[in-house]
Nanobody, 124 residues
Framework: QVQLVESGGGLVQAGGSLRLSCAAS????????MGWFRQAPGKEREFVAA????????YYADSVKGRFTISRDNAKNTVYLQVNMLKAEDTAVYYC?????????????????WGQGTQVTVSS
C-alpha cells in the first residue's frame, strides 16, 4: 500500500521559515516525479513545486520562486519543501503528491498518489 505522509507544518510569523517533509512508503519513488501543492480556504488547490525523477530538475510556481526549494533524498524515499520568507498568502494546507513517471506536471490530476496534507499558517 502506497502512502505519502507530510509533516513539518505549523504556525509561523511572516518572514519565517519551515521545512516540510513527505515520507513515502509502499514503493520506491526515486524515478518518480514528486510535487507539492497547496490549498487555501475557499480556493482551489494550486501547484507549488515539483522535482523530476532520475534527473532531479525542479520547477516552481512564480508565486514561490526564490523563496521555496524542493529537494529529495532517494535513500530515505523522502521529498522536502523548504519554505522561506513566508507571507500571509502562503497560508494553506500543503499536499505532497507523486507520479508513476519521471516527468513532473503542474496539474494535480496527473499525480497518482497523495498525502493527507500539513497545515501551514503564517501570521502577519
Amino acid at each position: 500500500q502506497v502512502q505519502l505522509v507530510e509533516s513539518g507544518g505549523g504556525l509561523v510569523q511572516a518572514g519565517g521559515s519551515l521545512r516540510l517533509s513527505c515520507a513515502a512508503s509502499g514503493r520506491t519513488f526515486s524515478s518518480s516525479a514528486m510535487g507539492w501543492f497547496r490549498q487555501a480556504p475557499g480556493k482551489e488547490r494550486e501547484f507549488v513545486a515539483a522535482i523530476r525523477g532520475i534527473v532531479t530538475s525542479t520547477y516552481y510556481a512564480d508565486s514561490v520562486k526564490g523563496r521555496f526549494t524542493i529537494s529529495r533524498d532517494n535513500a530515505k524515499n523522502t521529498v522536502y519543501l523548504q519554505v522561506n520568507m513566508l507571507k500571509a498568502e502562503d497560508t494553506a494546507v500543503y499536499y505532497c503528491a507523486a507520479r508513476r513517471v519521471p516527468a513532473y506536471s503542474v496539474y494535480d490530476r496527473e499525480y497518482d498518489y497523495w498525502g493527507q496534507g500539513t497545515q501551514v499558517t503564517v501570521s502577519s
